[in-house]
Every structure is written in C-alpha cells, then in structure tokens.
C-alpha cells in the first residue's frame, strides 16, 4: 500500500457542511451523465484499468454516478475505498489491497469486483469540501507513478468542474440559488430507469409537490407595498425553511417567484404527502423579512407518479393541476385528482381551438354557429322577433354545452373576438331576412368584458351602417352584476340607449337582484330567468317569487319577457300575469 505524500493543507472538514455541499448539487439518485461518462471512459482506457468511478459519498453511503467497468458500490460507506479518499481530502493510493489491513478482508476485495488496485482522487467542491471520488480499480497489484496521480488530479478537477457548472448554468435560480425548474425537468428525466438490452427494469415511484408560498396575489401586493428588497428576502427564507423542513424527505427547487416544487427523494414517495401535512403549523408560523414578521398564504398539490419517462416528464404538469384545485377550493394541500385533470385539460383545449372555430372556412355544420330562438308576444299570439344563441360545432368533440364554453370564454381576452363574430353574423342574418322581406328584431348576448371594450358603441354603429339594420331592431342582453355599478359602464349603456337599441337585464331574479340600481341602469326590458320559470307548474313557491318580479316589473314600466317556457301551462300562467313575451322549448326547441 501506498498513499500520496502530497496531501491538502489540513483544514476542519465538517460533515454536515461536506453533506449540505453534496446535496446541493443534486446529483444523488439521477440519471447518467454524457459529461461525467466521458472521463470515466477516458480513465479507464488512460490508465489501463479494469474500471473508472465517479463515486459520492453520502451519510451512510456510497453512490456511483458514473462508471466504466463492473460495478464496485459498496453494501456500506464504511466499507468504501473512496471514503477514505474523502475522509483525508487527499488522493489515495492502494497498490495491493489484500496486503493492506484496512482493505484485506473487504467483500470487494475477497468478492466481486476483487479489487486488488485503487487510486482515486476527492472531488473537491470551491469551499473545500470532499463530496466523493474519481478513481480507478483493477484485479491486479500495480503501481502508480507520479505522472499517472496527476492526471488523476486534474481529470477529478475536471469532474468537479463538469458538475458545478451543470448546476450553474441555467439551472440555478439567481435569487435563492436553489435549482430552478430546469434542473428539476432533468432531474425528473434522469429519474427514468434505463433498461439493458433484453432487461426490464422495475419501475419504483417518485412523489411531487408544488407550493406556492406565498401565492400569486399575496406576492404582488408584498411587492407593491413593502418594496421588492423586503419581497426578495422574502422568498429566500420561505426557500430556506421549506428546504430546513423537507430535510431528508425531498429536495426543493425554486420554480418562480412565490412557487416551489418538492421532488421526493429515493424511497419517499409515499411519506412525502403525509410529512408535507404534518407541516401545516410550521408553514404558518410568520416569515421575518428584513425584520418585517409577514404571515403568508400557502396552497400546495401532490401528485404521485411512477417512475417512467413518460410519467415523470408530465409530473410537473399535473402536480401544478392539483396546486390549482388547491388554490380554487383555498385548502392548504390537494392531491392530483385525474378527472379534474381531466376536466381542466378539455377547458383548455376548447379555448385553444377558439380562434379556429371563428374562422370562415369552417366545414358544414362545424365551428360557431348562431341558432334563433322565436319570442312569442303573448298579447298577439304572434313572432315578431328572437334571441340569437352561439353554438359550436367542435371538430373532433362535437356539440359543445354554451354553458360550458361561454363562461370559459368570458374569463379570457378570447370574449372580444367572439362577442364580434356574435354581433356580424347575427346582423348579416337580420339583413338576409330583412332583404326577403322579413325585418326581425333580434336580442344579441353580450357579456360583462365587453362593456369595458371602448370602442364598442363604434363597433356596433359600424356593424348596423354596413349590414343597413336600423339599431331599433337590435336588441342588447346583459347579465345583471355589480359590475354595472362602474360610471364608465353605465355611461356605455346610457349611449347603447342613445343609438336606439333596446337593453335587456337577462336572468332577472337571481344572482347580484339589486333593485336600487335599476333606477341608474337604463334598461327597457327585463328578462325572468328561466330557473325560475321552468317550475311554475309544480312549484308555488317560484309562482309566488315570479308574480312579485312581474309586479315590480310592471311597475317600473319594463317590458318583460320570461324564458324557459316548457309547458302550456306555464305558458298561460304568465300569460294570465301580464308578460309580454315568452320563449322557450314549449315554442321552439333552440
């Protein structure tokens, strides 16, 4: 046996700080290296060895991250070469290791690989921390000159480089210099098995969380109000605390700004839900940042998945699915849940396939579409106008419910572009009928976003100049809200008044009902809702709610209509009432 006589200024070598330094790099329990496996290659081909090792040292073990020949991992880090080439920070020589005390009866030694050869050399981090070894090993005593030890030297110099830089690079986070959601996507690909020819190998389970702490709004208004230094600072300790917390249980990157993700560490899988719940009273413990105490909301989702390269590379994507059913139902924790996955994946894509759904050059019967639904004056007996209803035509999902799609399209900027298409194909219709010689009044739908739209009153006085539909046949729906109550909006249906068109309150009777502003909102005509009208028949509850609605209506001088008329008897009881108008299946099934 011989050891190198050149060995590193003797320094304290702290454990926790050689592990903290280790884990940090996150290289334990990945995938292969291209980098990491070119000088293993090198090694074993430069020093004529029966292998090449970039081995890590943990607490209680050895891992090897790369390797070029058979596999030399020992059961135990104390039974390790390259532990002692940590524990001494130096390289480490073994000519003959069945002469040497330390090594003679080692199972790699007397067993597989039979090891009788050993040099290795620490990976050193900057901070001079030994976090492993590169070393070679062979089944024969030899020697090892001084030229071949400084190649060893310089070669896990370039080791260490290759692997700081891969956490430098991109994957570290500027602010809390923890790994980004780069390094966890590759993480998460390296976390896949890699099946030998003719071999499969068993996949296990990872687990992962996302967490934002705070949560997106909570996180603009600290900005907003105590400055981005404090903000900063901020994020930093709650990356710190949830790393103090998931000790030994997961490792924690830094997705963006208030968001984290939480991978579990080999083994976790099915701990790491259970321990991220019992951290629900460390979790809201205040947050000092810059001496500022600040009690943070925190909405987390779990999902577990098994490790295959298909699984792991969508676990990021359902893992933020189940935060957001977190956030919606405003619970600490939510686990995935596969059907509201699913039901957020179709939400999705048909607000993706929106714009092509407007297009012109849609196929018969496919895309947006607008059906007529007739009103009924129940004076006359007789049409005399209707209500345009949107409806789509998907192209592979076929008819879709207006009520699942038009309240998704109202929350995006997509409600101006279709409230657009609403408006030109309904007026083209008014002015086809028209040229036949039949003027209809139509009632047009348009949604709270719209009248925010400045330029709207242009657009619908353009629409009526091109088309030559005289504005006093259109007639414009709107759902009652709090919304009405901005001056800019209420002077927007003061002008849609002063062009002519009627305004109507569509689901009058439900929802925000505040009859104080209808003396500001200029309104002719009110419509009952049809949850309300559906039940005349059997409900005297709703015929008592409708006559008082009807009576107030009257009163106030609008005209009122009443939609979702199904039966006869409905019909002839608001009939009996007063209303002006009906619509419904009872008349036309739209």
């Not at 067993?111 to 070679?136: D, K, N, W």
């Not at 030229?147 to 480089?161: G, P, T, V």
């Not at 909405?299 to 676990?315: F, H, W």
Request: hydrophobic share 40%; aromatic share 6%.
């Amino acid at each position: 046996m011989a050891e190198d006589n050149i060995a590193l200024a003797a320094r304290p070598n702290d454990e926790l700080q050689r592990l903290a330094a280790l884990h940090a790099l996150h290289l334990l329990d990945t995938g292969a290296s291209e980098d990491l496996d070119n000088i293993t290659r090198l090694c074993h081909t430069l020093f004529a060895a029966s292998g090449a090792y970039v081995s890590l040292i943990d607490a209680q073990r050895q891992w090897v991250k790369s390797q070029s020949g058979p596999d030399m991992c020992a059961p135990s880090r104390e039974q390790s070469f390259c532990d002692h080439t940590v524990s001494q920070r130096a390289l480490m020589v073994v000519e003959d290791a069945a002469a040497d005390a330390r090594f003679a009866d080692n199972p790699l030694v007397s067993g597989p690989p039979y090891i009788r050869f050993y040099a290795g050399a620490p990976l050193l981090t900057p901070e001079g921390h030994a976090i492993g070894a590169l070393c070679v090993t062979d089944t024969r005593p030899r020697s090892f000159d001084a030229s071949q030890r400084q190649q060893l030297r310089q070669l896990a110099a370039l080791a260490m480089s290759q692997m700081l830089l891969r956490r430098a690079i991109g994957r570290v986070d500027p602010l809390t210099a923890m790994p980004n959601k780069y390094q966890l996507r590759e993480d998460l690909v390296s976390l896949a098995p890699v099946d030998a020819p003719g071999q499969q190998t068993p996949a296990g389970h990872r687990a992962l969380a996302y967490i934002d702490m705070p949560d997106a709004h909570t996180s603009f208004e600290i900005a907003s109000v105590l400055g981005s230094r404090i903000h900063d600072e901020l994020i930093r300790k709650v990356g710190q605390r949830l790393q103090t917390l998931l000790k030994g249980q997961a490792d924690v990157y830094h997705i963006s700004d208030g968001r984290f993700a939480l991978l579990s560490h080999a083994g976790k899988a099915d701990t790491l839900g259970p321990h991220l719940r019992s951290m629900t009273a460390a979790l809201e413990e205040p947050v000092d940042s810059m001496a500022v105490p600040l009690n943070l909301p925190s909405y987390g989702g779990i999902v577990r998945v098994e490790q295959t390269r298909e699984s792991l590379r969508d676990a990021p994507r359902k893992a933020v699915a189940a935060l957001h059913e977190a956030l919606a139902r405003r619970q600490r924790w939510s686990d995935y849940d596969a059907q509201a996955d699913e039901l957020h994946q179709r939400r999705f894509r048909l607000l993706n396939d929106i714009p092509d759904a407007l297009l012109p050059n849609q196929a018969q019967g496919r895309g947006l579409t607008l059906a007529y639904q007739p009103k009924l004056d129940l004076r006359s007996n007789r049409y005399h106008g209707g209500e345009a209803l949107l409806r789509w035509q998907h192209h592979e999902l076929g008819p879709i419910s207006p009520a699942e799609f038009i309240p998704l399209v109202e929350r995006t900027a997509l409600i101006r572009p279709v409230s657009a298409w609403v408006i030109a194909a309904a007026l083209q219709q008014m002015a086809a009928w028209q040229d036949q010689g039949m003027p209809v009044k139509l009632a047009i739908n348009l949604a709270a976003p719209n009248f925010e739209e400045a330029d709207l009153i242009k657009r619908l006085e353009a629409a009526c100049r091109d088309t030559g539909i005289d504005p006093s046949m259109i007639e414009i729906e709107c759902t009652e809200g709090l919304w009405m109550h901005s001056p800019a909006v209420l002077k927007l249906l003061h002008e849609i008044r002063a062009l002519g068109m009627g305004l109507a309150l569509d689901d009058f009777g439900t929802g925000y009902s505040n009859f104080a502003y209808l003396q500001q909102v200029p309104a002719s005509v009110v419509k009952i809702d049809q949850s309300l009208v559906r039940h005349l028949d059997t409900s005297p509850r709703d015929r008592r709610i409708v006559q008082s609605l009807i009576a107030l209506a009257k009163e106030l001088e609008y005209h009122i209509v009443a939609e979702g008329v199904e039966t006869a008897q409905t019909l002839s009881l608001l009939r009996e009432w007063g209303v002006d108008e009906a619509q419904g299946y009872y008349m036309a099934r739209r």
